[in-house]
């Protein structure tokens, strides 16, 4: 079955930076696109980042220039390095696959950034 495992949240400063890893199973994960998504407290979960399987990537404005997302096919896992991160990215942090026949979602990772 489909599996995607986010790790790498935690507890940082502003200004500081964090890199989150999403683990794929199940799929043939080079096909597909890949994306990571946030969802603050009070607010919809928002697309941050996605890349394609020919390496092609998109950002919400908000992260541009800030993070970058990356992909290891061998190793099936999806990146997201975060810089220079504000307290306005403090949120779940999730991954998301959208297969030829679902569409499947990890159980998140919690970034916090506060002083």
């Known amino acids: 079955q489909v599996q995607l495992v986010e790790s790498g949240g935690g507890l940082v400063q502003p200004g500081g930076s964090l890199r989150l890893s999403c683990a794929a199973s199940?799929?043939?994960?080079?096909?597909?696109?890949m994306s990571w998504y946030r969802q603050a407290p009070g607010k919809e979960r928002e697309l941050v980042a996605a890349?394609?399987?020919?390496?092609?990537?998109n950002y919400a404005d908000s992260v541009k220039g800030r993070f970058t997302i990356s992909r290891d096919n061998a190793k099936n896992t999806v990146y997201l390095q975060m810089n220079s991160l504000k307290p306005e990215d403090t949120a779940v942090y999730y991954c998301?696959?959208?297969?030829?026949?679902?569409?499947?979602w990890g159980q998140g990772t919690q970034v916090t950034v506060s002083s």
């Open positions: 890349i394609g399987s020919s390496g092609s990537t």
């Open positions: 998301k696959v959208r297969t030829s026949w679902n569409e499947y």
């Open positions: 199940g799929f043939a994960f080079s096909l597909y696109v």
